[in-house]
């Protein structure tokens, strides 16, 4: 810097600017290390304690193992209540705290179940834990805590809607997930670059994501329709200007959305849904009362609601073909209930998929995006190489052309690139 100052290229005014910015980063980057490690602290002491006092758990007795059993808990309440009064401000203190009482909760109803022989089974266990640290989420102002809370309720729903089907529902995963969502508009409205924010975008979708076939009951195939509608409802969600502003790596929405939806169509690229479906008798009576029918409905509605309201009557040209794929799946789904064809047009909407992403890469110069194209095209010959009669000969001719197909996009792409420097 002051090489520069000294040959006149800048002034020192210009120079201090610029000293103050790199300084500002770097204390940033450090107070990010402090967070990080004052959680990982945090949890490790927790799991410290409560391994000391299994050590010699069973020679104590019940009074002293109930103190004991309380003991990280009331820790946890006093650190929490030294941090609203005194440090409230300071985000180390504030996350670390709050996940060392997360964790005292659980480990607390634990311990007084197991000294008083308290009957109950998992899914009730985590449902009283994550009730209880809610308020912590709000209390803390602990981002944190609203992660470890989404994964606990995602766990609730996957051992009450899956695991203990049908002898237990799982329709108490959407309320407790609606009670983090205002913590989480805070931070997409307050703090939308936060790494916390950027792992929330991430956990909410993919907590939806899981936990949706719970629903499920007789109508299974009706989910298909729902998880499409899911798909493009997020896709559509990463492409609003707040999110598409951001990295594409951060863009979890379009993300998932994407992926998501490709995987869905290459899964029913298959014969085995389509025959199964053609053998199915759906009554519209029992339809219209099912909870698939309902979600199916609901995300559909949400997701063209959003559609429309971002395309009707301009930018009609921009819309990108995986945001519509779900309108496009419910008039195939009813095509397929009584004709193979439906199988074709999934091969086709694939193939177009492929190939339109293709073109919008080399539009934007952007390499991700082309790749994409190319992998959802070789997905596609790969299934079709699992399922065809072709000889060995024409299929290994198909992945050549494929490979070739990856290194001179890419090739073509990079010298332009050069040629335009």
């Not at 991700?368 to 290994?396: E, H, K, Q």
Request: with cysteine; proline share 3%; net charge positive.
């Amino acid at each position: 810097m002051n090489e520069l100052v000294a040959a006149n290229i800048i002034s020192q005014e210009i120079a201090d600017k610029i000293q103050d910015y790199y300084n500002h980063k770097k204390g940033l980057s450090v107070n990010r290390l402090f967070v990080i490690f004052g959680i990982l602290g945090g949890i490790l002491i927790g799991l410290g304690i409560i391994l000391i006092i299994a050590h010699n758990w069973d020679n104590l007795p019940r009074v002293t193992k109930t103190l004991l059993a309380f003991i990280p808990l009331l820790c946890g309440q006093a650190l929490g209540g030294y941090v609203i009064v005194r440090k409230q401000e300071n985000i180390t203190w504030r996350e670390s705290t709050s996940a060392f009482v997360f964790f005292s909760v659980g480990a607390t109803i634990t311990l007084v179940s197991q000294i008083y022989n308290i009957p109950g089974n998992l899914s009730s266990f985590l449902m009283i834990w994550m009730l209880l640290c809610l308020p912590l989420i709000y209390l803390m102002k602990s981002s944190i805590t609203s992660l470890l809370y989404i994964i606990g309720i995602t766990y609730f729903a996957c051992e009450t809607g899956y695991w203990s089907h049908p002898s237990s529902e799982s329709y108490t995963y959407w309320v407790l997930l609606i009670m983090v969502l205002p913590h989480y508009y805070f931070l997409l409205k307050k703090k939308p670059a936060s790494n916390f924010t950027i792992f929330h975008n991430y956990f909410i979708p993919l907590s939806i994501v899981i936990t949706l076939g719970t629903v499920a009951k007789s109508m299974e195939e009706l989910m298909f329709i729902a998880y499409f509608s899911l798909f493009g409802l997020l896709y559509q969600i990463g492409s609003l200007k707040g999110f598409k502003k951001q990295k594409l790596s951060n863009n979890s929405y379009l993300i998932i959305g994407s992926l998501g939806t490709i995987v869905l169509l290459l899964a029913l690229s298959f014969d085995g849904f389509w025959k199964e479906l053609r053998y199915t008798t759906f009554h519209f009576s029992e339809i219209i009362v099912s909870p698939e029918f309902y979600v199916s409905a609901l995300f559909t509605l949400l997701a063209g609601t959003l559609q429309y309201r971002k395309h009707y009557l301009r930018d009609l040209a921009g819309i990108k073909p995986i945001s519509v794929v779900f309108v496009g799946f419910i008039v195939t789904f009813f095509i397929g209930l009584a004709s193979p064809v439906a199988i074709l047009i999934i091969n086709i909407l694939l193939l177009a998929i492929g190939i339109l992403t293709i073109i919008d890469g080399a539009k934007q110069d952007h390499l991700g995006i082309l790749n994409f194209g190319l992998l959802i095209i070789t997905a596609l010959i790969a299934c079709r190489f699992f399922d065809t009669d072709l000889s060995f000969v024409i299929r290994g001719l198909l992945f050549i052309s494929v490979g070739f197909g990856f290194f001179m996009t890419n090739y073509w792409m990079l010298k332009n690139r050069k040629t335009h420097e």
